[in-house]
């Protein structure tokens, strides 16, 4: 069975500062993997997703991500983060029986002004 | 592009109450739509996989004559709270993906906020 793990549950960093929100996998093959954020209240939205090719991965709003096969993680990246950036973070695994998304239980990012 | 709208945003309603939740892909035509299940800062819970034309799929757990969904069309999906009581109250958000293929990215509503009394 595919699973997501998000270790942290709340991160806070300044604005201004780099971040990583790590994410690690369980699956059988090759993983369609997926990031997204919710902010409260609303539904969630694509940041970026990896299927196959080149493992460091360009999302939207300066997002990246890195899948690294031997670790099996993706984590995310932004080099600056904005205050804008506060919110919900849900890393996701697709495939399997059903082509649906496992979802990680999320980090919590607070930025600091 | 890829927009889905839910609707409606919020809920209130008495126990005993049908609530009816829709799901609509507004640029796209949605070949598979996913209702989940959020608790207060909780991840999402997927309760069914509803393709057009078809029966939905529910997940283990979930009571199909509880939450009633119809795939009428490429770009609409309902879900039906019947009876709802008090624990039915949560957050509902849908997704819509085009394909079949999990290597297409599901595009999410903003959810439904829904409290029974």
């Known amino acids: 069975a595919q699973s997501v793990t998000q270790p942290d549950i709340h991160i806070t960093v300044s604005e201004g500062a780099s971040l990583e929100l790590r994410c690690n996998y369980s699956?059988?093959?090759?993983?369609?993997l997926f990031w997204y954020v919710q902010s409260p209240g609303q539904g969630l939205q694509l940041l970026l997703k990896y299927f196959s090719g080149d493992t460091l991965v360009q999302g939207i709003k300066g997002f990246e991500a890195e899948f690294k096969r031997s670790q099996s993680s993706f984590n995310l990246r932004k080099p600056s983060v904005h205050w804008s950036d506060a919110a919900e973070y849900f890393c996701a695994v697709g495939g399997g029986g059903g082509n649906k998304l496992t979802f990680g239980t999320g980090t919590q990012l607070k930025v600091e002004l | 592009g890829a927009v889905v709208s839910q609707h409606p945003s919020w809920v209130i309603c008495k126990s005993g109450t049908s609530v009816k939740i829709e799901c609509r892909s507004l640029d796209f035509q949605a070949t598979t739509m996913f209702w989940y299940r959020q608790f207060p800062k909780q991840s999402l819970m997927l309760m069914a996989t509803s393709n057009e034309g078809s029966k939905a799929t529910y997940e283990q757990g979930v009571e199909k004559d509880k939450f009633l969904i119809n795939h009428a069309s490429l770009t609409l999906s309902t879900l039906t709270v019947t009876s709802a009581h008090p624990e039915d109250s949560s957050f509902y958000i849908c997704s819509a993906r085009l394909g079949a293929n999990s290597n297409q990215p599901q595009h999410f509503g903003d959810g439904t906020r829904l409290s029974i009394l």
């Open positions: 699956y059988g093959a090759t993983p369609y």
